[in-house]
């Protein structure tokens, strides 16, 4: 019985050392997760959705001038292509996403401003 107790007490400790080292495969996919290219991409394009959005909506509720508000659009829609270039899209994944940010520019319009109408597109 007493040998018993100590291999286990001799085995516990020794699986707590070893567990890192037999789990280090999902540790390094996390790592790789947080520094790859594609997740600094898609933060770069979440910022530029989020970029246009804004400044739909600031315009819409006249807080921004028209002359920045097409200033920020181009320049937000440029960090866009750049980004769509850098992720080496297909042209329909272009164009889809292209699609989906002025489907959203539209719906940002029509929340805002209700049904009296939508901003004329630059």
Do not use: K
């Amino acid at each position: 019985m007493l040998v018993l107790i100590a291999v286990a007490l001799a085995l516990i400790p020794a699986i707590v050392i070893a567990y890192p080292f037999l789990r280090r495969g999902a540790s390094r996919e996390w790592l790789d997760d947080e520094s790859s290219p594609m997740a600094t991409l898609q933060r770069r394009w979440d910022a530029a959705l989020d970029g246009i959005r804004s400044a739909e909506l600031e315009y819409a509720i006249g807080s921004l001038a028209e002359e920045d508000y097409r200033w920020l659009r181009r320049q937000y829609m440029r960090e866009a292509a750049v980004v769509m270039r850098a992720m080496e899209l297909e042209q329909e994944e272009e164009e889809a996403l292209l699609t989906q940010i002025e489907s959203e520019s539209e719906r940002v319009r029509a929340r805002v401003l209700g049904d009296e109408g939508a901003v004329e597109q630059p």
